[in-house]
């Protein structure tokens, strides 16, 4: 019993100096596991598609002098490189799948 | 702590029955508002945090969740409600990145380490009491430093919509217009003092004006540019916008927080809905905004239109001949939120009222997936006062090309636009209260008006009026309740339901003689329920073949668990010394599939509706992938009672096994009819025969076939079967698991054609591998 308190005893500086540490340093830490995989890396987000087309508004002066405005479609030519790349993955994957 | 687990022995007595929990026990609940610190090693993760919802939270309350790394890094966020995430494989690998996007009810996956999450009533998975699961995710190598905290909101923030006026000129997107210092004189209660100023100032009134109408917790981001566009003496474009991306969920790519599934989203309504930001939703840097608004920097020169140019006015102007710059910039930006239909209206790029693809040179070309906005919209057939969705699975896009074309025949049936006080037809008696969409005929035949038709409302003052008007409108009016519909709606959402499918043989109609025997193995309230599959298919030569896959239902999603090479489908091997099989090594592949929305997705829009479940599969056999629709063959109500279907296995002496789908006949012996999985030569390749009975009894003795048929990328010819030996199965009683007792026996002897190899056994005790009658 004494030797116990004893030992108690020698362990009290240590043990107020860990009271008086700030919190977040005692805090609880997270468990953690390597990542599955061969090599971690994002798989399976989502897709990202530019649209077809933008709208515009359109301003057109009509015979009489009035301006007449309406909205239009204008062609998302940024976007057409998107399309033909995706459309070139499906092909290869189809090219894969009919090896 | 994370929970140990042993890797399950694979093989036809499938790792469902033996493999352990391995979801961790969450440890570290969070306060509300006090910030976690921690580092995570890199290509690591944690799902030790929690936070648990008490149950009086106020009407109005939101959890955000905001994690902060420091340096380069790239840290992800997901969060889950109720049950934890996996922290291990049904195989013992630990977690992927695919894993926690499956798990996750929210991702926040952007390529910098500051992610943030908010969970409101109104989102797909609502916020409501109980235990919200956290994992943390660090792609980068080196460690990271992090700080993780959850906070209970009292009431909705709103992050407005954040304007980016760029200094300079980048490719097709000036920013000088905006800091023009031509002296202006103040008009309409705008104070700025240059044209530039006022520009500035117009544009931000008409972001305030929006952000008041709607809320969203990540700030909307406009990218405003000025730009030389078509300008004419007699035609100008004055503006023109749209959103950035696209996106939707997919089973290849979930995104579980969308209402919708299998439909295309603006971005900036996806990134609402998922509470974070674009990148949060699509990964990548977070460099682009969600919309681009362009104005044309030619109006206002003398040789165009006049020399009309736009009126920067705050209050709109009551007549006049220039251009109201906030009400055109509200309608574009509304376009730009998701109020934008998507099928093809111009000949040129495609079949009129196909889908948007994504793919081609105009993007319609294949199979084209829906649109949440043409989900609302319908097509009203006046004569018998009756309407139809127009992205109806059985609607074609001839039936869509004629409505966009029909005059009045173009509408919204989405319930809060049809009973919105702002709707002009709400007196109508239905269905012809359903809001007119813009179906002009233009020229002859009939062409639909490129940019005007089907997204744009008909009734006057609307601003989402195909027309423009003066004096401009400053609301959004019927556009907002249609807004909702499409991503911008606050009302509180139930919590979703997630189809369990059931335990049978599935089959695609396009692919006819392949199939997936998909039974329930075993219950797991915490992981969801584990299910084994079966992949019985063919060859590139046509030979039969089997894939397994053991994985949880996830949310109405089977994940089909990945082992130590990174396959969440596996090719087996018997081995004869140990009465088993092993995993053969020289391919792989995954599964999974969605049962919940599968209707929706282009796989299954030919398929008969009238199936009582559908599953969209997505598998991987090597390199090659496909993504088919499938049905139950039997139904549960089918079966007799006792009901002897299931996957039946001989213990001890395995890698091969029987399964069995029994089916009620009236007063006479039920109907079965049998896979059998079997080892078909000396090198212990597993093929699958087929024997059925037409009136089982135990003991009763049939021939079993094996079936020649198609590679699964193949196109599709009919089967072939020939007789490669006999079946005698006795079954009794639906023992399950362990060792077989022998109440249930089969002896069968068989030949696969050309093998010079015997496979069989005599009266082989066996028993279920699965839970009896599919768990029901």
């Known amino acids: 019993m ?89 092909r290869l994957q189809e090219q894969e799948n009919a090896r | ?119 409101r009533a109104s989102s797909q ?41 760029p200094t300079a000129t980048s490719g097709t997107c000036s920013g000088a217009p905006w800091n023009d210092s031509t002296p202006a004189t103040p008009t309409g209660g705008n104070p700025g003092s240059t044209l530039g100023q006022q520009r500035r100032n117009a544009m931000q009134r008409a972001a305030e004006l929006l952000a008041a109408q709607i809320k969203t917790p990540a700030p909307i981001r406009i990218r405003a540019c000025w730009r030389d566009l078509e300008a004419s003496a007699t035609r100008a474009v004055l503006a023109q916008a749209g959103p950035t991306n696209l996106t939707l969920h997919d089973v290849d790519a979930p995104a579980p927080w969308l209402p919708n599934r299998y439909s295309w989203y603006a971005i900036a309504a996806a990134s609402r809905l998922a509470g974070t930001s674009a990148c949060g939703v699509v990964g990548g840097a977070c460099t682009q905004p969600d919309i681009v608004a362009t104005f044309n920097s030619r109006i206002g020169a003398s040789d165009v239109l006049g020399g009309r140019t736009f009126d920067y006015g705050y209050t709109p102007a009551g007549t006049g001949t220039n251009f109201d710059f906030i009400s055109i910039t509200m309608h574009e930006i509304a376009h730009g939120l998701g109020f934008l239909g998507l099928v093809n209206i111009d000949a040129a790029d495609g079949p009129l009222g196909a889908r948007f693809s994504g793919e081609g040179a105009t993007g319609y070309s294949g199979t084209g997936y829906n649109d949440v906005y043409g989900e609302n919209t319908a097509i009203l057939d006046a ?15 001839a039936e869509r090309a004629a409505a966009l074309v029909s005059g009045n025949g173009l509408r919204w049936w989405g319930p809060a636009a049809v009973a919105s006080p702002l709707n002009n037809l709400g007196a109508q008696p239905p269905p012809f209260n359903l809001p007119m969409l813009y179906a002009p005929c ?57 189809t369990r499918p059931m335990s049978s043989w599935w089959f695609d109609r396009n692919h006819s003689g392949h199939g997936l025997d998909l039974q329930l193995a075993r219950r797991d309230a915490n992981l969801g329920d584990v299910y084994n599959a079966i992949f019985y298919t063919f060859d590139a030569a046509g030979r039969p073949e089997i894939y397994i896959s053991t994985g949880n239902l996830v949310d109405g999603v089977f994940v089909g668990g990945r082992d130590q090479n990174g396959n969440g489908m596996q090719r087996m091997r018997y081995d004869a010394a140990t009465r088993t099989s092993v995993l053969d090594g020289s391919v792989g592949g995954d599964l999974i599939i969605d049962f919940n929305g599968a209707a929706s997705a282009p796989a299954c829009r030919s398929v008969a509706h009238a199936a009582p479940q559908l599953g969209l599969m997505s598998w991987r ?9 499938i049905e139950p063959l039997v139904t549960p109500d089918s079966h007799p009672t006792p009901d002897l279907s299931g996957q039946w296995y001989g213990g001890n002496d395995s890698g091969w096994g029987i399964g069995t789908q029994m089916v009620r006949r009236g007063g006479a012996a039920p109907f079965s009819t049998n896979l059998i999985y079997y080892p078909a030569d000396a090198s212990g390749t597993l093929r699958w025969g087929a024997a059925d009975f037409e009136s089982y009894a135990p003991g009763a003795t049939t021939t079993v076939y094996s079936v ?52 069989s056994r005599t009266n082989a005790p066996i028993t279920l591998l699965t839970l009896p009658a599919g768990g029901q």
């Open chain 1, 2 to 90: 004494s030797s116990f308190f004893s030992r108690r005893v020698r362990h009290l500086p240590g043990l107020f100096a860990w009271l008086a540490m700030p919190l977040a340093a005692v805090a609880a830490q997270p468990e953690q596991l390597s990542l599955g995989g061969s090599a971690p890396s994002k798989t399976a987000a989502p897709l990202a598609v530019p649209p077809p087309q933008l709208t515009g508004t359109i301003a057109v002066v009509e015979t009489d002098g009035s301006v007449a405005l309406q909205c239009r479609d204008v062609p998302n030519l940024q976007a057409r490189a998107t399309f033909l790349e995706r459309a070139e993955r499906r």
């Open chain 2, 1 to 119: 702590m994370i929970a140990r687990t042993t890797i399950g022995r694979l093989g036809w007595a499938l790792a469902a029955l033996t493999a352990l929990p391995v979801a961790a026990a969450p440890t570290i609940p969070l306060s509300s508002g006090t910030p976690a610190a921690f580092t995570l090693q890199g290509g690591s993760f944690t799902t030790s945090y929690y936070i648990d919802v008490p149950a009086n939270i106020a009407q109005g309350t939101q959890l955000r969740l905001q994690l902060s790394g420091t340096g380069a890094a790239d840290a992800d966020l997901f969060v889950r409600y109720g049950t934890p995430f996996a922290d291990r494989s049904l195989h013992g690998a630990n977690a992927d990145f695919d894993l926690f996007r499956r798990y996750a009810h929210y991702a926040a996956i952007s390529g910098t380490s500051t992610e943030s999450i908010v969970v």
């Open chain 2, 125 to 165: 998975q609502p916020l409501r009491p109980g235990r919200w699961h956290i994992a943390i995710v660090n792609l980068s190598q080196p460690s990271t430093q992090l700080s993780l905290t959850a906070t209970l909101q009292s009431a909705a923030t709103d992050g407005g919509i954040q304007l980016e006026f």
């Open chain 2, 383 to 397: 004569n018998a006062a009756s309407w139809k969705p127009f992205l109806d699975a059985g609607t074609s896009d």
């Open chain 2, 442 to 498: 233009t020229g002859s035949p009939c062409a639909p008006q490129g940019g005007s038709t089907l997204s744009h409302l008909v009734q006057a003052g609307d601003l989402m009026n195909a027309s423009y008007q003066i004096p401009g409108p400053r609301t959004l009016g019927l556009a907002k309740p249609m807004l909702d519909a499409v991503g911008w709606s606050d009302a509180g959402a139930a919590a979703p339901a997630f």
């Open chain 2, 621 to 629: 056999v090597g390199t090659s992938r496909g993504q088919w629709c």
């Open chain 2, 708 to 759: 020649t048929g198609y590679c699964r990328t193949c196109t599709p010819v009919a089967t072939t079967f020939t007789a490669i030996g006999s079946l005698s199965l006795t079954l009794t009683e639906a023992t399950v698991g362990g060792q077989p007792t022998g109440v249930n026996r089969a002896s069968f002897t068989l030949n696969f054609p050309g093998a010079g190899y015997t496979f």
